[in-house]
């Protein structure tokens, strides 16, 4: 890994994180940003005990290895993806796992796909528009994968929950709630815009291409940031977590209860990073990762199959991970952007203005 990574563009969304070894220092920078993606490099120095120099190096190599992304994180149906489902596939026996999988990322509205054991080979995330364009892609450009043996729709009536630090102690960083997916309004969804790119811009940079001022686009961060609509982090492969054992649990309710009941139940446990209701044999879809398979089966049986409102429950552990992060759609509603995202040269001035603002 080169020391200064030559300026590269991504694609928007296109590339998937990496799974790549990291160090005990790439764990620790990795822990700040994931709480704050715009915390200062001084402040993260400070607290691991090197230099700002070597965090901001380090953090330089993450970002053009592909390992992390800063990035703003938004419910999808806040920036325009009304719709969205979890596809379950099973595989040819003449088929490799890896291709299908390979091939499902390359679709434009998946944004994760990961391969499992259990009932389902692999598991898929569909975001859309509508229902309408949803279905349109899974049976145009899903169902015609090659390889594809058998493939089940489980539609989501709702993104209950989302927290995707995985390097922080379980539930320290802020997550993202169906309670507050409401639509952002086109101010506010400009500027996540932007930040979706990377999500350490500098925000006179951001006001500037959204056409406001720098302190209203400061405000409007704090308040989408305290509304729980927005928060700003870093994104890795879960993978990268050691001796990390991940899981999708398919969970079947007993009745008792409402299903928004039991989906909150789910996310108030720790290392459940994601949870979603959805229509089909199962009621609930859960992620889960946790620092051991003891662990995991720990959660599973003390924390889920102990719930009342659990009928029945089903692990797929997960293998090879390919996420993508959702991109607000180009036009504030229309289609997905297809802009680059390019390293910043200017990771020194980022640093300035967070030394000013966020300490």
Same mark, same amino acid.
């Given at each position: 890994m080169n020391s200064r990574p030559s300026k590269r563009d991504f694609a928007a969304g296109s590339d998937p994180l990496r799974q790549w070894p990291l160090s005990d220092l790439d764990r620790q920078?990795?822990?700040?940003?994931?709480?704050?993606?715009?915390?200062?490099?001084?402040?993260?120095?400070?607290a691991v005990g090197v230099t700002e120099k070597t965090v901001r190096t380090r953090v330089r190599q993450l970002l053009g290895s592909n390992i992390i992304r800063i990035v703003a994180l938004t419910m999808p149906s806040a920036i325009g993806y009304n719709a969205g489902a979890l596809v379950a596939i099973n595989v040819e026996s003449s088929a490799q796992i890896t291709d299908v999988a390979r091939?499902?990322?390359?679709?434009?509205?998946?944004?994760?796909?990961?391969?499992?054991?259990?009932?389902?080979?692999?598991?898929?995330?569909?975001?859309?528009?509508?229902?309408?364009?949803?279905?349109?892609?899974?049976?145009?450009?899903?169902?015609?994968?090659?390889?594809?043996?058998?493939?089940?729709?489980?539609?989501?009536?709702?993104?209950?929950?989302?927290?995707? +630090?995985?390097?922080?102690?379980?539930?320290? @960083?802020? =997550?993202? $709630? #169906?309670?507050?997916?409401?639509?952002l309004d086109l101010l506010d969804r400009s500027i996540a815009v932007e930040l979706s790119h990377n999500g350490r811009a500098p925000l006179k940079n951001v006001a500037q291409n959204?056409?406001?001022?720098?302190t209203q686009v400061r405000a409007r961060i704090q308040n989408m940031a305290s509304a729980g609509t927005m928060t700003i982090m870093?994104?890795?492969?879960?993978?990268?977590?050691?001796?990390? +054992?991940?899981?999708?649990?398919?969970?079947? @309710?007993? =009745?008792? $209860? #409402?299903?928004?009941?039991?989906?909150r139940d789910m996310a108030e446990i720790p290392y459940i990073s994601y949870v979603v209701i959805c229509a089909g044999r199962f009621d609930i879809f859960a992620e889960i990762v946790c620092p051991s398979t003891e662990a995991l089966l720990a959660t599973i049986d003390n924390k889920v199959r102990d719930n009342?409102?659990?009928?029945?429950?089903?692990?797929?552990?997960?293998?090879?991970?390919?996420?993508?992060?959702?991109?607000p759609m180009n036009g504030y509603g229309?289609?997905? $952007?297809?802009?680059?995202?390019e390293l910043p040269d200017d990771l020194d001035d980022v640093q300035h203005e967070q030394d000013n603002s966020c300490e």
């Open positions: 920078i990795i822990t700040h940003l994931q709480e704050d993606g715009r915390r200062a490099f001084v402040t993260i120095a400070r091939a499902l990322a390359g679709v434009d509205d998946v944004d994760y796909v990961v391969s499992t054991s259990g009932r389902y080979d692999i598991l898929a995330e569909l975001v859309s528009p509508s229902r309408q364009t949803l279905l349109e892609t899974f049976h145009t450009k899903v169902r015609g994968i090659d390889g594809i043996a058998r493939v089940e729709l489980f539609p989501y009536f709702s993104f209950y929950y989302q927290q995707a +630090a995985f390097f922080t102690q379980p539930k320290a @960083a802020k =997550g993202l $709630s #169906s309670a507050h997916g409401e639509q959204v056409g406001m001022s720098e870093a994104i890795v492969n879960p993978m990268n977590l050691p001796n990390s +054992a991940m899981a999708w649990l398919a969970i079947k @309710a007993n =009745g008792n $209860s #409402s299903l928004r009941s039991l989906a009342p409102n659990v009928r029945s429950v089903e692990a797929n552990f997960c293998f090879d991970l390919h996420y993508k992060p959702v991109i229309t289609d997905r $952007s297809t802009g680059t995202v």
